[in-house]
């Protein structure tokens, strides 16, 4: 099972990213987890990627691409893989085409989860989160506010400031600008999976369970 997992923030893809994982046996590869396995192990590029963001830089495309590649290229990934946060860019996604044919992994499906901006916006900007663990909470569905106590273990909750209304409007500009191009190359294919992700986590997780069965049974 190898999956590409896009979604726009705030639709639940990370969560649905770790649920799939465990029910696939397949591990969850993200964009951060590649960067810090790969400055913490040591590697060349580990230590080039670290010398870019040390700087306050983003990880060019060539660093960035060619761990990528030793990741997928690696016994972890032998067996399938949930790659998140990769590609975000045509040019990425051109590159990651490449490795795919290099390594001869010919069978893979991009599951694109979705919601409507005005459900994102109204779902980040009730999140809150307690500055001691970094747990998540909403003001909709777990009754707080911002500044009130975390239930668990009473740090006054906060909210960052990603998930404010107009940051939001920002960040999902910035990713449906740099996604729409990546997902239409790839529907090309013929290997989208479109995922409404406006239901409950496990009405997701069914439905994409679904379609990849569906999808690799056809």
């Known amino acids: 099972m190898r999956v590409l997992l ?8 990370g969560t649905q990213a770790k649920i799939l994982s465990e029910e696939l046996g397949v591990p969850h590869i993200s964009t951060g987890d590649m960067l810090r ?9 580990g230590k080039q990627a670290k010398a870019v963001m040390d700087n306050g830089n983003l990880v060019p495309d ?9 990741v997928l290229a690696s016994a972890r990934a032998a067996r399938g893989f949930i790659l998140d946060g990769f590609p ?3 040019p990425q996604a051109q590159a990651l085409s490449r490795i795919f044919a290099d390594l001869n992994i ?3 499906r991009v599951v694109d989860i979705s919601a409507d901006d005005e459900e994102i916006i109204r779902r980040l900007s009730n999140r809150l989160v307690c500055p ?4 998540i909470f909403s003001g909709e569905t777990d009754g707080v506010s911002p500044g009130e106590p975390c ?3 009473g ?16 960040r999902l500009k910035i990713y449906h600008h740099t996604t729409a191009p990546v997902i239409h190359y790839y529907k090309k294919s013929g290997v989208v999976l479109s995922i409404n992700g406006t239901g409950s986590v496990d009405d997701v997780k069914r439905e994409i369970k679904l379609m990849l069965r569906q999808s690799h049974t056809a």
């Open 155 to 170: 740090t006054p909750l906060t909210q960052r400031d990603d998930d404010r209304e107009q940051t939001v409007r920002e």
């Open 88 to 90: 975000r860019t045509l």
């Open 151 to 153: 239930p668990l273990c």
């Open 37 to 45: 396995a790969a400055v913490a192990g040591g590697t060349d590029l």
């Open 106 to 108: 010919h069978e893979f």
């Open 132 to 135: 001691k663990d970094g747990r």
């Open 6 to 13: 896009f979604g726009p923030p705030g639709v639940g893809k």
């Open 62 to 70: 060539d660093i960035m691409i060619a761990i990528v590649r030793d």
